[in-house]
């Protein structure tokens, strides 16, 4: 799937040959196997000049919530609908594997667990997602409020740089800034390593932001050349990918041995009663050493890191990215938040307690969140045949669906859906606050916060399958609410001490998609002390 910046020109004799062939396999393809499901009519040459999201978005206006989409050689069925998404992800959960992606992560996570075989994911899972319990989370909080606190800092110095020469603003590229600080996060509450990358480059960086590059030029790149045997010896970026994971590989079998050989009984005990109170190292890694004793294949616990490190790094640089790009167009909503902090924070500290009175903060979050969903889809391929319901608007008996068949489940278009959302495209936090009404649409039980009592943010439960920022059933995110905490508390800390502007245009932030939705030159803001505090 290639998708590119909203940019980018195809010559015209290429986009008609593309035209022709598509609309070629497009009337093959139907009254194929997939029976009365709709078909995209779209032209291959759609899928340039802007991300592929966007299209599907189109399309789904044109033909509902389950079309076929013919391109290049093969079919997707692309699903818009909360009905449709809640079978595939919960109630037949699986009969579907990860298809495509797993293809691509494979290589780079291993058996990790989004490109995990279903014996290996069983297993890990199970270990894993206990790891993200209250107690770690409220011990990650503290290392939240620290390191974005040093990004803080670090702003504060430059503009008291800026001052010093007669200026009142830095301008800086927020999206980098955040990316250096979930990167940081992710390290310590991950496996206990201070990348520092707010503050320094190391090889160690270099090589993540590699590998993250060749992960985005892989899901983005037609051909998969790198799977000729002898590409990652010719091909030169393929030889440079090889050298990076090299570099994170020996960093973090370097953690692990450390880990396994500084295991305590004392601090297993502590984690045992989950007692995180003067425990020098919280990290994930620990509970996964500690809790299961030295002899935890190292080859697995490393793909573990790795899948974390990569899932939990960019997603969140993403979602604090778009959130100061929204409010930054819509400043009377950066003041209420701006209220909210000053209100309950004032000029200190963050702590736990605090962050959970930050109701309007996590609002902006979420609505974040919906509006540019960390990935904008999601990929399944039906390892059986199934039938899926036909969803709003569609055929009420359902769509057959072979063994084979790929599937994007596209959240973009669930999240901007106009039957689910008033306004799909504004900017409102507040929505969430307002549950909606389900009887005009069968099969969804519409917006209920009772049914998901103590949730700190509105989740896929409370919007039966509307709202899937995490994604939903056996797969979902294990990191949502370590990701929402920290998304909370950078934004709380960045708002407290600065207002924030766009340096250009909203339209000068081209947007471009690989694995996450981000910016094309980066978020240059311009960054001032905020009025009360001047
Ligand atoms: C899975 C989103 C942060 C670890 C997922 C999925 C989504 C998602 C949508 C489901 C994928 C699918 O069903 O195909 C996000 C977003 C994040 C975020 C938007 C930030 C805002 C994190 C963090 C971690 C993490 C911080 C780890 C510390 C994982 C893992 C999986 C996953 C391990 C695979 C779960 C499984 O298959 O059992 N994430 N994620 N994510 N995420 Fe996150």
Not at 124 to 150: N, T, W
Not at 517 to 524: S, V, Y
């Amino acid at each position: 799937v290639r998708c590119q910046s909203t940019s980018t020109e195809e010559p015209k004799t290429r986009r008609n040959l593309l035209d022709n062939a598509s609309n070629l396999l497009t009337n093959l393809l139907s009254g194929g196997s997939l029976g009365s499901m709709p078909i995209a009519e779209g032209a291959v040459s759609d899928l340039f000049g802007k991300p592929l999201f966007f299209s599907l978005y189109d399309w789904f206006l044109e033909h509902g919530a389950v079309y076929k989409l013919a391109f290049g050689p093969k079919a997707f069925v692309v699903v818009s609908d909360p009905i449709v998404a809640r079978h595939i992800l919960r109630e037949n959960a699986f009969a579907y594997d990860k298809g495509v992606l797993a293809d691509i992560l494979e290589p780079i996570m291993g058996k990790g667990l989004i490109p995990a075989d279903l014996d290996t994911w069983k297993q890990r899972r199970r270990v894993i997602a206990p790891g993200f319990h209250a107690m770690y989370l409220e011990a990650m909080a503290k290392v939240f409020i620290q390191c974005s606190g040093k990004t803080i800092e670090n702003f504060e110095k430059l503009l008291e740089r800026e001052q010093k020469t007669g200026g009142n603003a830095i301008e800086s590229d927020l999206e980098a800034d955040f990316s250096s600080l979930a990167l940081d996060i992710i390290g310590l509450g991950v496996f206990n390593y201070d990348f520092g990358s707010v503050t320094k480059e190391s090889p160690v960086i270099k090589a993540v932001y590699g590998t993250l590059f060749e992960a985005e030029h892989r899901s983005t790149f037609y051909i998969p050349y790198w799977k000729f045997p002898l590409s990652k010896w010719i091909v030169p970026r393929q030889r440079k990918f090889q050298r990076d994971l090299k570099v994170i590989n020996d960093c973090l079998d370097g953690l692990i041995k450390n880990a396994k050989e500084t295991r305590q009984e004392t601090d297993v005990e502590k984690l045992q009663q989950r007692d995180y109170t003067n425990l020098k190292d919280a990290s994930l890694l620990r509970f996964l050493v500690d809790m299961r004793g030295a002899d935890v294949d190292d080859r697995q616990l490393r793909d573990d890191l790795m899948t974390m490190l990569i899932a939990g790094h960019e997603t969140t640089a993403a979602v604090l990215t778009w959130a100061v790009f929204l409010l930054a167009q819509n400043p009377t909503k950066m003041q209420k938040a701006q209220a909210e902090i000053d209100h309950v924070v004032g000029q200190g500290i963050p702590t736990f307690e605090s962050l959970k009175k930050l109701e309007y903060i996590r609002l902006i979050v979420v609505e974040a969140l919906r509006m540019y969903p960390q990935p904008p889809l999601l990929i399944r391929r039906a390892l059986q045949s199934d039938v899926i319901p036909g969803g709003y608007h569609g055929d009420e008996n359902g769509y057959a669906i072979p063994a084979g068949t790929d599937i994007f489940i596209s959240v973009y278009n669930l999240h901007r859906s106009p039957y689910f959302w008033d306004e799909p495209n504004e900017f409102k936090p507040e929505r969430f606050l307002v549950p909606k009404e389900s009887q005009d649409i069968k099969g969804w039980a519409g917006f209920d916060p009772a049914r998901s009592p103590g949730a700190m943010y509105p989740n896929e439960i409370i919007s039966d399958f509307a709202f899937l920022p995490f994604g939903g059933g056996p797969r979902k995110c294990v990191g949502d609410q370590f990701a929402l905490l920290e998304s909370t508390v950078a934004l709380t800390m960045l708002l407290q001490k600065f207002d924030v502007e766009l340096r250009g245009s909203p339209d000068s932030v081209e947007l471009v998609t690989g694995a996450t939705i981000h910016t094309k030159h980066g978020l240059w803001c311009r960054l001032r002390k905020r009025a009360s505090l001047a």
